[in-house]
Each structure stands twice: as structure tokens, then as C-alpha cells.
């Protein structure tokens, strides 16, 4: 591929990455998808799967083109940042939405690890004489929907631990519970919560603080909440969740629980949010693991949120 068709398609998937992500609520639990129709160097159409059941990316965006565009169909390239799939479910195929219309060239973001999918969309698009490229910003749009790949490829949620830690590295005063979080990153807090499927505590945090576990600072869902305790371990917890289709967990405590996850290295992500006050002592924050990823520094009044993505070592030769 030559370096100016590359820009051209990098340029209109990032487009497409735009689109996606307005509907990172609403389409749950189907992936984020965005998809772009160009013809003539102009977008004549695009959309984004906005609602689960309702049409997907690639249905709204043939819906937005005019009438005096269709005519252009035929020379257009269709970019999309997951491959359309290719099974019935609540709605019929975007391979053959796609075949139907005629366009001479489709742009993949990534494939789909959906088992009905997986590859199937794209070789239908193929086998129908439409020139596919994939692979273009693969990398940003498996990472708009880690949570989708990490459930139907490693048959578990998307697992973040999380919690709040004094300066030198406390998570409550001499036991006693600590305000480490402010006003507004406790609201930051409750807008992760409503991002994710399930979140879980330890049963001494349960005990002792009451948390609720809500997003009552912040506009959407609450997580299914779970608690940790002797009866109900990390293993049935992984099952319950794949049962019930909750892509994604936030670990919230404490400690015990916390690090019986990065033992395990059970996890995807890490979020520390780190106070400039010292207590002297109490309950330490979980040892952070050496296999991570600095992926973003965020200062809100005087804190400092860091968020770490875990990079496990392969394993080493006998």
C-alpha cells in the first residue's frame, strides 16, 4: 500500500474511532463501532452502533447518505473499525448490507473475535469482489473495545484494580478510614463505575465501610455489585460474570483483595490515585507489579491519578 493511501485511510478511520466511542454506553454489551462511507475524497455518510438491538455502524451510516449520493456508491470505500459482521442476530448482516450496495473497496479497523464473526465478514466481502484492506489503526480500535476482546478471547471480564493511597503509601489511617479521594475525583470515581459492567469489594471492606458502589455522582448505570468473601472466591466470581455477560470488573478493595488479584496477575489495568498527605502508618497499598505500562498521568486539585496497563513477561526458557 502506498504512504498516501495509508494516510488517507488512517485519516478516515480515526474518524471512524470518533464515531465509536459515542456509543460507549448504549451499546453495551455489543463493541463500539464506527463506520465511514467515502467517495471522492468526502464523506457522503457515516454512523456509529449507537443502541444494542438497533442498527449497527455500518446500517446508520448507509442510512445518513443523501439521495444524490448514492450514485457514488459504487466508487466509494466503506471504513469501519471492526470487521461487519456476518451472522444473523437482532439484526441481519453487515457483509451483505455492504455486498448490496455495491461499493469496490471496505477498510477493517481489526477483526472481530466474536466466534460467529471471527473473519467470516471479511472473507464474505471478498468472495463478493470488494477489494478489503484491514489492519489499518488496528491497535486503537482493539483498544476502544478491550473490554469486547478480553471477554470473548481470554473468557473473562476486563479486570481494573483500583484505589486511593496517602503520599507515603497508605490506604487508611492506622486503620481508621482515610478521605483520600476529593470531591471531584470521587465523582471521576462514580463516571469509571458507570463505564463498567461489575464491581467488587472484599468482605472486610464490606463490613466495615458500607460502601455502596454506586454512580449516584454521576449519569448512568450502576455496576453489579459483588462482595469477596470465603463462599463466593475470584473463581466463581469470573464465572458469574461471564454467565451473566458483564464484560468488564473493577476491583475498588481492599488491600487483601486487591493484591489477591495481582498475585493471580487477574487484571487488565491499574488506576492509583495518589493524595500529597502522609499518615505514618495503617493499612499499605497494594505492592504495584514490575510488568506495567505507564498509560496516562491526570493532576485534579492536588492529586495525582496514574494509570497503568499490565504488560505480563512471557514466560522464560527452561
Sequence with gaps: MNSSLLQTDERYMCRCLQLAACGRNGSRPNPMVGAVIVARDRIIGEGYHVRCGEGHAEVNAFAAVRAEDERLLPEATVYVSLEPCAHYGKTPPCADLIVSKGVRRVVVGCVDPFAKVKGRGIQKLR??????????????????NRRFFTFHQLHRPYIILKWAQTADGFIDDHGRP????????????????????????????DEREH???????????SPARF?????????RLIQTCVEQNLQS???????RTLQSFIDRQLYDEIRVE?????????TRAPQMPAAQRL?????????????FKHTPQPPSSP
Aim: hydrophobic share 40%; net charge negative; aromatic share 6%.
Design 178 to 205: 482515610l478521605a483520600i479521594s476529593t470531591p471531584f475525583t470521587r465523582m471521576l470515581v462514580h463516571r469509571l463505575r458507570a463505564q463498567e459492567d461489575a464491581i467488587v469489594v472484599g468482605r472486610v471492606t
Design 295 to 307: 498509560i496516562k498521568t491526570e493532576f485534579y486539585d492536588s492529586n495525582i491519578i496514574r494509570s
Design 274 to 282: 495518589t493524595a500529597p498527605l502522609t499518615v505514618g502508618g495503617g
Design 249 to 255: 470488573l473493577i476491583v475498588e478493595g481492599g488491600r
Design 227 to 235: 462482595i469477596l468473601s470465603h463462599d463466593f472466591g475470584i473463581d
Design 127 to 144: 468472495d463478493a469482489g470488494i477489494a478489503v484492506s484491514v489492519g489499518v489503526l488496528e491497535e486503537e480500535c482493539r483498544w476502544l
Design 211 to 221: 460502601p455502596r458502589l454506586d454512580v449516584r455522582e454521576w449519569s448512568g448505570p
